[in-house]
């Protein structure tokens, strides 16, 4: 069977299918370059980016702060971002703005308080630009600084009345360099009456680089008047008012200084050299006289020597002053002037020492302050030293010594005689002296002999102890009674010598002699204990004459001999006075009474220093 060939075209007859062909052929005709898809098909959304700035950062309070919101599509083909933007400072919205073309909005903001504040900007996006947010800046608000006003210069001073003066200041600060305007200006002391507003005499400067400004001013009041200056403040800086500076102003146009007196200080009727100069803006002053006025006299010499001598016989701060006659300098007249007043000091010795007590204790601890001393001087604000010395009346310095202007005992005093003397130097600051003999009553002021015993055989409760035991370093043997206890210093108070607390020691009764030295030293101790047993002093009636006590004190003993055995009443102080000689006086309870719980008598044993190892 014989195939048929069939031919088949490739365009499609029909009207649609001729349309499509025609598109596809116009299409490949085109320019493939000039072909863009986003003219064909819409773009976005955008993302964008969104930052906040502050400037300056930190500010300072009441300073304007401008905060800049740039939003910025992160696809450039987006274009530039307009639209609506927030900044806010946590939950509160600061500022409202709209983007200008450049893609960014800025406004003003100013703090009254510093403080570190959180901001934030939000971009509200438009269609197609996606809203966006920047990161959160922290910003620094920080107080105004103080800054310190001085006025550095005032040049000349002295000056003449209704001539100008160059005057200076210096704003200084611990933080930035202050800039801005001051007016310096003629005031009170306080710098506040006449203000700068409202002065008389004033002049106004701008600040350089390093704070300083001055200017020319005016002044117009004669005398002594205060240069001020106030400080307008800046950004940085508060408003500040300097100290006043004081300036002279004269209505002559001579000035007399006197430049030195010597000696300074000095003694009174002592022949003085004052030096003085005269000086004049217009001219030098050759041929006038200057005189120089004290308190006692004066003298005069021509202005080119300079210098003459008075004498002042009138002690403490006196006043000297020189004045000028004036004279013809060339053709301009140069005018009479007269100085400042100096003081000048003239020393004299004082005239008396006192105490300000006239009695004394007979029995006070080791160092115990017994009076004041003063001295009388014409020259009252002296300081004084004073010092113990030998001479007439130096009978009894041995029992004190001076620390300052306290008189100090060693310890106890005799109670015979009834007086006192020791002779006291005073020495003033200029090294001029004067000596007294001075005198003080001893007043026997001792109280009952101590309490040393209790109940023996039962127990008695004693109070918590008030007053500490003082240490001693010394140690009591009685070979006799077979003892060896530790002594201990029983301060003196309000109610004499507490001796409760002495358990196995004996207590030096403090005031008396200390063991082993020059004087009386008494010692006490318990015949019962507190808990009824027997005390260390339990024998002490059964010494006799000649019996060995010793007493060791830093390193050395004191070897003492029983010269007295007696039995005495609680209050006969006798046993207590005080011996020239080293002597040793033990004391006990003896025959207690059970109905008034006290003991009837004491016992005493008295030694003599017989031997020192």
């Keep these: 069977m014989r195939k048929r060939l069939i031919r088949r075209s490739i365009f499609p007859k029909t009207a649609v299918s001729r349309i499509v062909i025609i598109l596809i052929l116009a299409i490949a005709l085109l320019p493939i370059s000039n072909v863009v898809a986003s003219e064909l098909f819409q773009t976005g959304p955008y993302e964008v980016d969104v930052s906040l700035i502050a400037n300056p950062s930190p500010s300072y309070i009441e300073q304007n702060i401008v905060f800049t919101v740039s939003v ?8 530039t971002a307009s639209g609506s933007v927030e900044i806010r400072s946590g939950d509160e ?40 947010v920047s990161r959160t800046i922290y910003h620094t608000v920080l107080d105004k600084h103080h800054p310190l006003v001085e006025i550095i210069q005032d040049d000349p001073d002295p000056s003449i009345l209704n001539r100008d003066i160059y005057a200076n200041v210096l704003v200084s600060s611990v933080g930035p360099i202050p800039s801005g305007n001051v007016i310096l200006y003629r005031s009170d002391t306080t710098c506040l009456s006449p203000d700068s507003s409202t002065a008389v005499d004033k002049c106004s400067a701008v600040l350089n680089a390093s704070g300083e400004g001055g200017c020319s001013l005016p002044l117009t009041q004669e005398g002594v008047v205060s240069i001020c ?8 800086h508060f408003t500040a008012i300097s100290s006043a500076e004081p300036h ?15 000696p300074e200080p000095s003694l009174a009727g002592e022949l003085l050299l004052v030096q003085f100069t005269v000086t004049s803006p217009d001219g030098i002053p050759s041929n006038g006289m200057v005189e120089i006025t004290g308190p006692d006299g004066n003298c005069t010499a021509p202005v080119n020597v300079g210098e003459c001598s008075i004498r002042i016989n009138q002690a403490h701060i006196q006043p000297v002053f020189a004045s000028y006659t004036g004279e013809m300098g060339g053709q301009i007249e140069l005018e009479p002037s007269v100085s400042d007043v100096v003081l000048h000091r003239v020393n004299v010795a004082a005239t008396d020492i006192q105490l300000n007590k006239d009695t004394v204790n007979a029995f006070l601890g080791k160092n115990t302050p017994v009076a ?35 008189l100090i005992a ?22 001029l002296t004067f000596e007294k003999v001075l005198t003080l009553r001893v007043v026997d002021n001792s109280p009952e002999l101590p309490e040393t015993g209790f109940a023996a055989g039962q127990i008695t409760q004693i109070p918590d102890q008030k007053v500490l035991y003082q240490s001693t370093d010394v140690t009591i043997s009685i070979p006799r009674l077979g003892i060896s206890i530790p002594v201990v210093g029983i301060p003196y108070g309000d109610d004499g010598w507490n001796t409760d607390w002495l358990t196995k020691q004996a207590g030096w009764l403090n005031g008396t002699a200390f063991p082993g030295w020059q004087g009386n030293s008494v010692l006490a101790a318990h015949n019962y204990l507190a808990d009824g047993s027997a005390g260390p002093f339990i024998g002490l009636d059964q010494l006799q004459w000649g019996d060995r006590i010793e007493v060791t004190a830093f390193g050395s003993t004191s070897i003492y001999e029983v010269r007295d055995v007696k039995k005495v009443k609680p209050d006969d102080l006798s046993i207590l006075s005080h011996q ?18 006290t003991y009837r008598w004491r016992i005493i044993v008295q030694a003599v220093l017989v031997n020192m190892k």
Aim: proline letters at 5%; a negative charge; one cysteine or more.
């Design 248 to 262: 002279r102003v004269s209505n002559s146009n001579t000035f007399t200084t006197i430049t030195s007196i010597s």
């Design 93 to 132: 919205k600061v500022c409202d703005l709209e983007l200008n073309a450049f893609g960014q909005a800025s406004c003003q903001l100013v703090y009254d308080q510093p403080g570190v504040i959180p901001f934030q900007a939000f971009y509200l996006g438009i269609n197609p630009i996606l809203p966006g």
């Design 580 to 597: 020239d000689e080293p002597w040793l006086t033990l004391v006990t309870c003896k025959s207690f009474i059970e109905k008034t719980q």
């Design 372 to 406: 004041a001393l003063t001295a009388l001087d014409a020259n009252i604000d002296e300081s004084h030293s004073f010092v113990l010395i030998d001479g007439i009346g130096a009978d009894h310095n041995d029992l004190f010594w001076i620390d300052g202007n306290q």
């Design 229 to 236: 200056s106030a400080y307008d403040g800046d950004y940085a």
């Design 72 to 79: 910025t599509p992160r696809d450039s083909s987006a274009g």
């Design 410 to 431: 060693h310890g106890n005093l005799p109670t015979r005689p009834g007086i006192v003397s020791f002779r006291v130097m005073t020495i003033d600051s200029a090294g």
